[in-house]
């Protein structure tokens, strides 16, 4: 899994370095409640955007639970302009996630010490305000499927996460 996340992010590369010509770079960052991603979107033309992130949360519960993931990913979407500064977009994100987490129980004798990765697809819809020819303002949601392997601790058959469900997030962009 990790080497195809690697040779897509490559060949997204190669191919935004391909149409360098046409090609509007910039960065951006979501705002959630749980945590934050940081973009880079690479608009290719008017109605292409290849968008790479990376998002890393570290949570705590007092002295008995740890957890930090780290998620990579590379969203593609389909640019509609609707008015002059106004666009929707749709398509999707795929993302390598990887966490570690620590447990730890004094009072029952237990503690663990868990390594998972996986991918995570996210189809999603979003739009964005112009603010300036440089910054924009817009929301997203998505519905995302989450599929993660166990490594370590109870590493136990059946105890594989799997998860989906809805995101949304606001996000501010600035093109160079």
Same mark, same amino acid.
């Given at each position: 899994?990790?080497?195809?996340?690697?040779?897509?992010?490559?060949?997204?590369?190669?191919?935004?370095?391909?149409?360098?010509?046409?090609?509007?770079?910039?960065?951006?960052?979501?705002?959630?409640?749980?945590?934050?991603?940081?973009?880079? +979107?690479? &608009?290719?033309? !008017? $109605?292409?955007?290849? #968008?790479? =992130?990376? %998002?890393? *949360?570290? @949570?705590?519960?007092?002295?008995?639970?740890?957890?930090?993931?780290?998620?990579?990913?590379?969203?593609?979407?389909?640019?509609?302009?609707?008015?002059?500064?106004?666009?929707?977009?749709?398509?999707?994100?795929?993302?390598?996630?990887?966490?570690?987490?620590?447990?730890?129980? +004094?009072? &029952?004798?237990? !503690? $663990?010490?868990?390594? #998972?990765? =996986?991918? %995570?697809? *996210?189809? @999603?819809?979003?739009?964005?305000?112009?603010?300036?020819?440089?910054?924009?303002?817009?929301?997203?949601?998505?519905?995302?499927?989450?599929?993660?392997?166990?490594?370590?601790?109870?590493?136990?058959?059946?105890?594989?996460?799997?998860?989906?469900?809805?995101?949304?997030?606001?996000?501010?962009?600035?093109?160079?």
């Amino acid at each position: 899994m990790k080497n195809a996340i690697l040779v897509a992010t490559l060949a997204t590369v190669m191919s935004v370095q391909a149409q360098a010509a046409e090609v509007d770079a910039g960065v951006g960052i979501s705002i959630e409640s749980d945590d934050s991603t940081i973009y880079i +979107p690479i &608009d290719i033309g !008017d $109605s292409v955007r290849i #968008e790479p =992130g990376v %998002r890393y *949360s570290e @949570t705590e519960i007092g002295s008995q639970l740890k957890a930090d993931v780290l998620d990579l990913s590379v969203g593609v979407f389909k640019l509609l302009p609707i008015r002059e500064s106004i666009r929707l977009y749709f398509g999707g994100r795929l993302a390598y996630v990887q966490a570690e987490i620590v447990e730890n129980y +004094p009072d &029952d004798l237990f !503690d $663990s010490n868990t390594d #998972e990765d =996986g991918y %995570r697809i *996210s189809p @999603t819809l979003g739009f964005e305000y112009q603010v300036t020819e440089r910054f924009s303002v817009g929301g997203e949601a998505e519905w995302f499927y989450l599929d993660m392997d166990r490594d370590g601790g109870l590493n136990a058959p059946g105890l594989d996460q799997k998860e989906q469900g809805t995101e949304t997030r606001i996000l501010f962009r600035f093109k160079f």
